[in-house]
């Protein structure tokens, strides 16, 4: 099993930056390619973006290309979201998820969620 804790959310203006951290628990960590979503106030859940367990294979929406990156550092048993040139847009829920491939999380069927964080982006 793997428990998911994210952070590193909060209020900041338009074009500025943001990072998201989401902690794992479990030995297994290192295994499992891992991913973000988000969700925005009467909007359905979104992928964003995703990472290999090697982090050798990364996955990004087009709405997010060129502005976040997805790292991951499995000593620390830990992924990270970058968010740079926020945009109003940007503002939703942020979810961290683990599943068994970049694929898998990509189309919507992790297998572990965090329970989210807060990013609101001002303009």
């Known amino acids: 099993q793997v428990q998911l804790v994210e952070s590193g959310g909060g209020l900041v203006q338009a074009g500025g930056s943001l990072r998201l951290s989401c902690a794992a628990s479990?030995?297994?960590?290192?295994?499992?390619?891992m991913g973000w979503f988000r969700q925005a106030p009467g909007k359905e859940r979104e992928f964003v973006l995703a990472?290999?367990?090697?982090?050798?294979?990364?996955s990004y929406a087009d709405s997010v290309k060129g502005r976040f990156t997805i790292s991951r550092d499995n000593a620390k048993n830990t992924v990270y979201l970058q968010m740079n040139s926020l945009k109003p847009e940007d503002t939703a829920v942020y979810y961290c998820?683990?599943?068994?491939?970049?694929?898998?999380?990509?189309?919507?069927?992790?297998?572990?969620w965090g329970q989210g964080t807060q990013v609101t982006v001002s303009s």
């Open positions: 998820a683990a599943g068994i491939s970049v694929a898998s999380i990509r189309s919507g069927v992790p297998t572990h």
């Open positions: 479990g030995r297994t960590f290192s295994s499992y390619a």
């Open positions: 990472i290999s367990w090697s982090g050798g294979i990364t």
